[in-house]
């Protein structure tokens, strides 16, 4: 399979015309996009769901909105100390879904990852001291085991490096119900643990090579730098990826 990149860009099965059929395919690449909240994953999901032969997987936001009725994300925005472990305990299980989901496309393109949802929020509640010790070891004992016990291909990560402050402009902007109470300390907390688990690889292993696109610019701007990173994110075993201009 290492050479699945040159048989897929051979038979232009990425191509954005390109047609594919199964028989030419060993193995897939699966992406994560990560970032910050509303450091512009979305966005970036939507330009490449244009392309054929890709499939776009959404972070399961309505899902921990509504649980049967339940609305784990508005819970633990109003009191993380009591609601964290059960958002962070669904948000592990859902994410563990999206990863071992049937493969439909040569491509897969996730919206963030179970590893982010571990070393970036779970971290940030407990380092921040509103998740009890006993919470997160639990959290951490069951994440040990899924990796463990759990294959999760991932390929690429890509990393939208969006500052805090462009991130809160957007949040208010988006209006999103529970995150209205949701001060920009929290988006550099968050920031922060991306750099350090990204860039400066002091925070947890990364299972993947990375990708870093910044994306405090506009729109527009963003979906050109999207276009000239097309070949970086859709064919990553050509080689090591770099930070992307
Ligand atoms: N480059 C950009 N410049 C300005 N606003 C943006 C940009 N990218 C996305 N947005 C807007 O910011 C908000 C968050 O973007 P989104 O793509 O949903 O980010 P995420 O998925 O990371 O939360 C949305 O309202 C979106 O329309
Ligand atoms: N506490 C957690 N919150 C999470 C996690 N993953 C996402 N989120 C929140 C952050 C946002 O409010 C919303 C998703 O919005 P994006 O802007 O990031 O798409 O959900 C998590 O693991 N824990």
């Known amino acids: 399979c290492s050479d699945s990149a040159a048989r897929i860009s051979s038979h232009s ?9 199964e028989a030419q395919f060993c193995c897939w690449f699966q992406i994560c996009i990560e970032g910050n909240i509303a450091s512009g994953k979305t966005t970036c ?3 490449f769901a244009k392309t054929n032969n890709i499939e776009v997987l959404p972070e399961p936001v309505s899902k921990w909105r509504n ?24 948000v592990q299980l859902t994410m563990l879904e999206q990863h071992t989901l049937p493969l439909t496309a040569p491509i897969r393109m ?11 929020f779970v971290e940030n509640h407990y380092r921040s001291c509103r998740m009890p010790a006993v919470d997160y070891e639990v959290l951490s ?15 690429l990560i890509v990393y939208l490096q969006t500052s805090p402050e462009a991130c809160y402009k957007r949040l208010r902007n988006r209006c999103r119900e529970e995150e209205q109470i949701v001060p920009l300390e929290y988006l550099v ?11 400066n690889h002091t925070l947890f292993t990364i299972p993947a090579p990375v990708l870093v696109i910044p994306a405090d610019h506009d729109l527009q701007k ?15 075993s050509r080689g090591p990826v770099t930070c992307s201009q």
Request: hydrophobic share 40%; glycine share 4%; aromatic share 16%.
């Open 13 to 21: 099965c990425v191509a954005k015309e390109g047609t594919w059929s």
């Open 189 to 199: 907390a968050i920031h922060q643990l991306y750099e350090d688990w990204l860039i």
């Open 222 to 236: 963003m979906l050109k730098r999207y276009e000239k990173n097309w070949e970086r994110i859709l064919s990553p």
């Open 67 to 90: 649980l049967r009725g339940h609305n784990l994300l508005g819970l633990m925005y109003e009191d993380v100390s009591r609601w964290a472990i059960t958002l962070q305990s669904y």
């Open 45 to 47: 999901l939507e330009y």
């Open 110 to 120: 996730m919206e963030r990852s179970i590893y982010s949802a571990k070393y970036i």
């Open 141 to 155: 004992q069951w994440f040990q085991w899924i990796i463990s016990n759990v294959k999760i291909q991932i390929d």
